[in-house]
């Protein structure tokens, strides 16, 4: 009876594994449209805002270094953050290393030289030899949407899951606009959940549930 029982089980999680894509990959459809529809200037007041709510919060202020992506497309701007973060805290950007195609953390200085990597996104040239902190303060998280249980979509390479997955990181801050907060995301146990979701009009702090 047992291998019979075992034989559904794994064949549900199979559907349940194959179906949990689809969702996401619908949603992100549906909400980088949405995004793409929104005006420069839209983006960029929405932006400001969450720079400013960014710089209100403890975890913000209290970070000695920070790991901040650099904006592009209709993405939430980082421009006022990494300048903020380029003269008062040790700053980190993202680019993606050849070899492994993993996200890695690099270093910026004020002449750090940055180039357009094939997704159009501007990066630094990675040092895999350069020096990187044990651990950061806090990570600035894009994403196409996140849920109020901190539950977050990105594009789909799996690119933060992995990182944090390596890095340890004080504090994660979601960054999005209102409309990309979504009741119930899916969610797989791979995925890794943020502290807190900053948008133009609140501040969410996620409860840290046992795990
Ligand atoms: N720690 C990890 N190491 C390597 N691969 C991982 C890790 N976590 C997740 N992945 C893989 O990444 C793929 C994409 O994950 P997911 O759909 O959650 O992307 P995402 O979180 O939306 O992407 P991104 O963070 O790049 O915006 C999954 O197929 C998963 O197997
Ligand atoms: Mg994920």
Redesign the pocket.
């Known amino acids: 009876m047992l291998p019979f029982y075992g034989g559904i089980f794994i064949f549900f999680s199979a559907i349940i594994e194959m179906r949990g ?1 689809p969702m ?1 990959n619908n949603l ?1 459809k549906t909400l980088l449209s949405q995004r793409d529809a929104l005006s420069k200037e839209a983006i960029y007041i929405k932006s400001y805002a969450v720079y400013q709510a960014l710089q209100s919060t403890k975890s913000y202020q209290e970070s000695k270094n920070i790991f901040c992506f650099i904006s592009f497309g209709s993405e939430i701007k980082t421009e006022l953050i990494l300048a903020d973060a380029l003269l008062n805290k040790d700053l980190y950007v993202p680019c993606i290393d050849k070899q492994t195609k ?2 890695v953390p690099v270093k910026m200085t004020t002449g750090t030289q940055l180039y357009k990597n094939n997704f159009g996104i501007y990066e630094p040239t990675y040092d895999p030899h350069a020096d990187i902190p044990d651990h950061f303060d806090l990570a600035i998280v ?3 949407a996140f849920d109020r249980r901190g539950h ?15 890095y340890p990181v004080t504090h994660k801050a979601g960054i999005a606009f209102a409309f990309q907060i979504i009741v119930d995301l899916p ?2 146990d ?3 959940t943020v502290d807190t979701i900053i948008t133009e009009e609140e501040i969410i702090s996620i409860p840290r549930l046992p795990k």
């Open positions: 894509d996401k992100r993993k996200m894009p994403g196409l977050r979509i990105g594009y789909g390479k799996g690119h933060y899951d992995n990182f944090f997955s390596k969610n797989q791979y995925d890794q």
